[in-house]
């Protein structure tokens, strides 16, 4: 039985469909967003799941505003 490398899932903040694909991290659509340990953890405590890049990017605006991160 042949296993699909990659896997369509649903990103658990928007619903929208992405390909993960964590067994190739470095191609996948999330490890486009650069994100710090800090911003990481915001984000853990939020959701479990994989989310897509949009949602990363939008996290990421949202945690460095209300802590006050300069860019």
Not at 2 to 24: G, M
Not at 42 to 58: I, M, N, P, T
Request: with cysteine.
């Amino acid at each position: 039985m042949l296993h699909p490398k990659h896997e369509v899932i649903y990103c658990d903040r928007c619903s929208a469909t992405f390909e993960c694909k964590a067994n190739s991290f470095t191609k996948c659509q999330c490890s486009t967003v650069q994100l710090t340990l800090n911003e990481v953890q915001y984000v853990s405590e939020l959701y479990e799941g994989c989310l897509c890049a949009k949602c990363l990017l939008e996290l990421q605006q949202e945690y460095r505003e209300e802590n006050g991160v300069v860019q």
